[in-house]
């Protein structure tokens, strides 16, 4: 079965923490980039951070400093730790991977993991 599987969502105040993990299925092979993005409630999906198999990561300017995207390719999962969270933070966040499944090369969304940010 292909498909994304996110943790570690839920309520967290402002200032607070977080860490979401996406692990992909087995069935996923040779994954190049890996991401996240978000979409807060009445805005569109946007960009929140990537990173290719070398390691090598973009961030969206307003999450600079605050968050850090790994992976560990051994198994397949990249990491989102989020600091310093704020109420604008709060959105639907999805784990996104680009790989193989079989002969054919492949976008793979996750189904998204909500984080609101709420005192």
């Known amino acids: 079965q292909v498909q994304l599987v996110e943790s570690g969502g839920g309520l967290v105040q402002p200032g607070g923490s977080l860490r979401l993990s996406c692990a992909a299925s087995?069935?996923?092979?040779?994954?190049?980039?890996m991401g996240w993005y978000r979409q807060a409630p009445g805005k569109e999906r946007e960009l929140v951070a990537t990173?290719?198999?070398?390691?090598?990561?973009n961030y969206a300017d307003s999450v600079k400093g605050r968050f850090t995207i790994s992976r560990d390719n051994a198994k397949n999962t990249v990491y989102l730790q989020m600091n310093s969270l704020k109420p604008e933070n709060t959105a639907v966040y999805y784990c996104?991977?680009?790989?193989?499944?079989?002969?054919?090369?492949?976008?793979?969304w996750g189904q998204g993991t909500l984080v609101p940010v709420s005192s």
């Open positions: 996104n991977v680009d790989g193989y499944v079989g002969f054919r090369y492949l976008e793979v």
């Open positions: 087995e069935s996923i092979t040779s994954i190049d980039d």
């Open positions: 990173i290719i198999s070398r390691g090598s990561t």
